[in-house]
C-alpha cells in the first residue's frame, strides 16, 4: 500500500445531493436549474396524466368504438397432430 494508492471503503463516502434555491453565491440559485418561464418552472406544476404539451392525446385521437388497424397481420391456425 502506497499514497499514491489510498482510496476509502467501499461505501464510506456519500455524494450529498445538491441545495437547489439557497442563494446565489451557492451557484444554484436564481431559477434553481428549473430554467426560465414555462410550465415545468412554476410551483405545484404536476403534469396531467395523457397531456401531450397541447397535441391532441392518444386516447382522444383513437375512436370510441374500435378501429381498423391497417398494419395487421393475418394469421391462419394449422393442427399439428
Do not use: C, W
Not at 392518444?58 to 397432430?81: A, D, H, M, S, W
Request: glycine residues 20%.
Amino acid at each position: 500500500m502506497d499514497l499514491n494508492n489510498l482510496k476509502p471503503a467501499d461505501g464510506a463516502v456519500h455524494r450529498e445531493g445538491k441545495r437547489v434555491g439557497r442563494g446565489e453565491g451557492s451557484g444554484k440559485g436564481g431559477t434553481s436549474t428549473r430554467g426560465h418561464k414555462g410550465a415545468k418552472s412554476r410551483s405545484g406544476y404536476s403534469k396531467k396524466i395523457g397531456f401531450e404539451g397541447g397535441q391532441m392525446p392518444l386516447q382522444r385521437r383513437v375512436p370510441k368504438f374500435g378501429f381498423t388497424n391497417i398494419n395487421r397481420k393475418e394469421y391462419t391456425g394449422i393442427n399439428l397432430g
